[in-house]
């Protein structure tokens, strides 16, 4: 396959650029998370069935965990997350739905957690079989059906959280979701809220001022209607 060299080198940067969107910072202390389950069976479902399950989870270590992502193996899986670090031997929960709208047969779906763990990354799985027919062949599946519409997926190539050399301000870019409105929320690595900015033009980037934070780092999340959050750690120098 001919590709030519400005094409390819845009290609490793995008490669690149998605990489280091979901690393943590190699500065933020390690704990450890253990859930209670990691894959959920839904049994037999219709196609066009939106299936929910709620998995828990337990911050075993000495540090308070920060998930940064959450990502599912394909559109139709939507995961959502806490968005406030937790602190060592608290619960939270992850919930993930998946839409069967135009899926048949065995499915095996998988979510990738992204935290300040070792490893990073943690896996959750959704199985199960998705009927042609009109009547699921699983009664109680039925409490686990939501007709919530699945949200899009935030490209992260395209969301630009960065501090100035200053560290008074963090500018966070949301320019390409424009003219969505978004919700910026900061916590404390103790789960501790901090603020919340609503921000109704996203056009310009916008400027999160902290010159009045503690040093240390803290977890930002952005909400867009529609779209799945996203969490960040920042830091103030």
């Known amino acids: ?3 030519y060299p400005l094409l390819f080198l845009a290609f490793i940067f995008s490669l690149t650029t998605n990489a280091q969107a979901t690393q943590i910072d190699e500065s933020i202390p390690v704990t450890q998370m253990e859930f209670t389950e ?7 479902i219709k196609s066009g069935d939106i299936v929910q ?3 828990e989870l337990t911050n075993t270590g000495d540090e308070p965990l920060i998930i940064t992502g959450a990502k599912g193996s394909c559109g139709c899986t939507v995961p959502d997350w806490p968005m406030e670090p937790i602190a060592p031997g608290e619960n939270a929960y992850i919930t993930v739905q998946f839409n069967s709208k135009g899926k048949k047969g065995q499915q095996q779906k998988r979510v990738t957690i992204t935290a300040n763990t070792d490893p990073q990354k943690s896996f959750l799985t959704f199985k199960g079989e998705v009927e042609k027919s009109e009547v699921a062949a699983t009664a109680d599946i ?5 007709k919530r519409t699945p949200q899009k997926k935030v490209d992260l190539a395209n969301i630009q959280v960065f501090p100035n050399p200053t560290s008074d301000f963090v500018n966070i870019d ?8 978004a919700v910026i929320e900061v916590y404390s690595m103790t789960g501790e809220f901090v603020e919340r900015q609503q921000l109704n033009q996203l056009e310009v980037p916008f400027k999160l001022d902290i010159s009045s934070y503690p040093k240390g780092n ?3 999340s952005i909400t867009m209607e529609n779209y799945n959050r996203l969490s960040q750690v920042i830091s103030k120098q």
């Not at 039925?142 to 939501?146: D, H, M, Y």
């Not at 949301?174 to 409105?181: C, E, F, I, M, V």
Request: hydrophobic residues 35%; positive net charge.
């Open 1 to 3: 396959m001919k590709m």
């Open 38 to 44: 990691t894959s959920f069976y839904f049994g037999k």
């Open 53 to 55: 399950n709620v998995f």
């Open 142 to 146: 039925s409490t686990k059906i939501t």
């Open 174 to 181: 949301l320019s390409k979701y424009a003219p969505n409105k």
């Open 218 to 220: 803290y977890s930002l």
